[in-house]
């Protein structure tokens, strides 16, 4: 979708994939096969571009600090990538700066020798149930970890030392809506903020955003100050997407991405300018485009690989029979629960909206965990053989 | 643009380009270098994908029907490209069922030994100036050519004789407003039609386009259905695109291209659904999406070359200071006038849209050419030297 955009802008751009079977290597113009965890993979990146960016965090960031001292231009810089990918800097920093976020103390690391303890010590002031975090590599609910009492602490503990996982351990927040917001940011640090947007998890993973969702105006307005303060915090550069949750009376920052970010795919049709483009004119400090809204709701479901392994590609015909559905599919090979696509639809009303969008993901056979209560009418799919266009 | 709606769709693609610097070649995920007009390379396409389709209409349409017939899924067919490719026969075929085109005449085929006498024998029913017109080959004003008597006629017949062109002769229509419309059809024949648009040309290259312009509703209305007529009798698949001319009393059609078109990029972000997608799903025989229009009023102003030959890559950033512009660059190498992008506005007022596009196009550093009106408080462009990123 990155790609999609540069092409619009007549940006030139070489894609890093570690497979030419990779979904951008498919749309790139140029691509280097190689890994950004590899030096002389990263290093001839680095060399073929003006600008270094990135769609996931899994780099090396020492080897990244290294490039950017030797005058690359990586963006956003190794410093805010680092903060985006250790959630413990990120929990430490973001409440140094006075921004909420849920109650945490830093286990399992060098200064704690009985990770443990300084669970049950926290459980002790907190209570039960606490949820324990992989500081990180943690991404779509991998890495968290709910855990009601301290013997399933223990196993939790016990598991992440013989992996030799850092963990954190946190307050179960009591959620009444999650809410996401994305920031697009300038290397001088002019920003321009999305609408807040509800999003509804399972599991750790999205599987719908409601534009502007159940949330109060003032709840959203404070979640989009609350996002532009992080991404000042992170000094990020692009897109950063900041997933909150409000409790009813308070918000508090739950986790920041330093890209863009699933929660706001729906910018593509549902705003005046997608966080693609803003990504894009962010990294090269151009002049960032409208975050505003292109309709009063927009909702957008995204489309996950069902047990059957069926390919979405072939139930376009009845997904686009969906009134106004915008659909993506990702070219990825299909796996049950692999994100595959999604579909964004945009109108006067809510119902309507979310209708739609289901009507469109349904469609396309993703699965409906429980969790999610589907609109009325709508049933989980029958999905028909897979075929061959024409 | 087209590869661009292909890879939100997940479909894969693969690009036929001359030279591997084409724009197309440089967003396909697959590229056969080669020709569409030698038989190897078009089999060689044909024989990689599921169906063939077409960005312009420079192509074997002998060696396609060749194709067709041994199977190919060609669309749109040899025979509506044929159409759309002679203008002799696209004329007699819509005057045959009844839809209006400028009064005109075949000259100079074997049935006329003496060109400039037919052109005689047309002026002196239908009075001068006449309009000259290759019946072949014509595009972007190249091939027209308007004379005002006999003698300026008889070089067009005498140069076009010396090339081996055939001519058409037509009355020049006294023009109002020159509009523009775009057909999405299927091979079954289900089709949308977007809404008629107002084109200001010079020279015949168009230079914007406004959504929907100065042209009074009902005179929209009836080129949309004029337009629908022309899909079918041309058996188009695919996007079609409808030029008019309106008097200020009729509508007659001037040109047809079977793909989509220079009229219609303002729909990418002007209409739910755009040409470039719907086209392709119009070929892969899927339900086409809603051709309406998404804001009130839409501007689109093409971006050209200018004199000095600079690339209005380096001038982004001016052009993305207007609030709402949407920017679109080919990725071409820049000539002194050759069309090297567009830009679209959408807004609630159509001075304000018209104006926004205008000034993005002018610090992309278009030339404005006589018969173009600026907006007001807009002035032809001092644009800077080309930078680089960052």
């Known amino acids: 979708m990155l790609l999609e955009a540069a092409s619009a802008l007549g940006v030139d751009t070489v894609v890093m994939a570690e497979d030419r079977a990779d979904a951008a290597a498919r749309v790139g113009s140029r691509v280097l096969l190689g890994s950004p965890l590899i030096e002389h993979d990263l290093r001839e990146l680095a060399a073929a571009v003006d600008v270094v960016t990135f769609d996931h965090e899994l780099v090396d960031l020492e080897l990244l600090g290294e490039l950017e001292a030797e005058g690359a231009v ?166 950063l997407a900041v997933e909150l949750f409000f409790t009813g009376t308070d918000l508090v920052v739950n986790e920041v991405a330093t890209r863009p970010h699933n929660t706001g795919h729906w910018t593509i049709e549902g705003a005046v300018t997608s966080q693609f483009e803003n990504h894009l004119r962010a990294v090269l400090d151009l002049p960032l485009g409208d975050p505003s809204p292109s309709a009063p709701h927009v909702a957008s479901v995204n489309v996950f690989g069902g047990a059957s392994g069926q390919d979405p590609a072939g139930a376009l015909a009845g997904a686009l029979s969906v009134p106004g559905a915008h659909v993506h599919l990702y070219g990825k090979a299909p796996r049950p629960g692999r994100k595959l696509g999604h579909v964004t639809v945009r109108g006067d009303d809510p119902a309507d909206v979310r209708r739609r969008a289901w009507a469109a993901a349904l469609a396309l056979g993703t699965p409906v965990p429980g969790g999610v209560e589907l609109p009325p009418g709508l049933a989980a799919p029958v999905v028909g053989a897979p075929r061959r266009w024409p």
Chains 1, 2 share one sequence.
């Open 74 to 239: 990586v963006r956003p810089s190794a410093a805010a990538l680092e903060m985006a990918a250790d959630k413990a800097t990120m929990r430490v920093r973001l409440s140094e700066a006075g921004i909420a976020v849920p109650a945490f103390a830093v286990v399992g690391d060098a200064r704690t020798p009985d990770p443990l303890d300084a669970v049950a010590a926290f459980a002790h002031r907190h209570g039960w149930p606490v949820v324990l975090k992989a500081v990180r590599g943690g991404y779509d609910g991998r890495g968290v970890w709910p855990v009601p009492d301290l013997a399933a602490a223990a196993e939790v503990c016990a598991a992440a030392a013989s992996r030799g996982l850092h963990l954190l351990v946190e307050e179960l927040v009591p959620i009444e809506l999650e809410l996401a917001v994305l920031v697009a940011r300038r290397p001088g640090g002019q920003s321009v903020v999305w609408p807040t947007v509800e999003t509804t998890q399972v599991d750790g993973v999205c599987r719908e955003v409601a534009v502007p969702g159940r949330l109060p105006p003032a709840v959203g307005a404070e979640a989009g100050r609350v996002a532009g303060r992080v991404a000042e915090v992170v000094g990020s550069v692009g897109v």
